[in-house]
């Protein structure tokens, strides 16, 4: 009898076998593109040494790719295992954790490395401006939300967003604190002469001129 040998499964297309366990995102985090960069088959992410720069012929378009990329981080949650114990039996299970939006992780689903994207910022006309600097402030807010949810870590987003504990003491109206030295110098001034105790007053009232006589 003759056995034959059992054909190998193709893999297909790798982005479709990208599922690995129930509860995993379909799409790997550094491969996730928005539809826009898609349909031109080209970025500078996928393909760092050929790639080229992903074009977005108006503001509009831009604004829906960056919209793309904060439903994807929404919807595409990281996953910290934790073990479960009911009745003595422990198995482990995929606890979702809120994932922090970044001008990095937005460039990456853009297919833009930074430098493209502060061109499109700077030089590419008001519209564009005005569409990246509206993403940046949803980065900002979202962090800064989820951190103070205790949703991400609060150490780690007031680093990322410049924020700092910090605690200054001043003094009345936010000026400087005033010190003043309660050790006076006592002098013994009864040998000294009328002419000697005149130019004493005098460098005295120079030095402290609020302190005469």
Not at 86 to 103: D, E, F, W
Request: charged residues 30%.
């Amino acid at each position: 009898m003759i056995r034959r040998r059992k054909k190998p499964q193709k893999n297909g297309n790798p982005k479709e076998n990208q599922e690995v366990q129930a509860g995993t995102t379909k799409e790997r985090w550094w491969n996730a593109r928005a539809s826009h960069v898609k349909k031109q088959g080209y970025d500078e992410v996928s393909k760092p040494s050929v790639g080229r720069k992903p074009y977005f012929g108006t503001p509009e378009e831009l604004w829906e790719a960056c919209c793309e990329y904060f439903e994807w981080v929404e919807e595409n949650p990281e996953y910290k295992s934790e073990l479960v114990t009911y009745k003595g039996n422990g198995h482990l299970v995929n606890i979702p954790k809120k994932r922090a939006m970044t001008l990095t992780g937005l460039e990456m689903f853009l297919g833009m490395r930074p430098q493209t994207w502060w061109d499109y910022r700077d030089n590419k006309g008001e519209g564009f401006t005005l569409v990246c600097e509206a993403a940046q402030r949803i980065l900002w807010i979202q962090k800064f939300t989820g951190a103070a949810a205790d949703l991400l870590n609060h150490a780690i987003i007031a680093r990322d967003l410049g924020l700092k504990d910090s605690h200054e003491v001043s003094g009345p109206g936010g000026r400087p604190i005033q010190t003043e030295n309660k050790t006076k110098l006592q002098l013994d001034l009864s040998n000294l002469s009328n002419k000697e105790l005149d130019i004493l007053e005098k460098v005295v009232s120079r030095v402290n001129p609020e302190d005469k006589g």
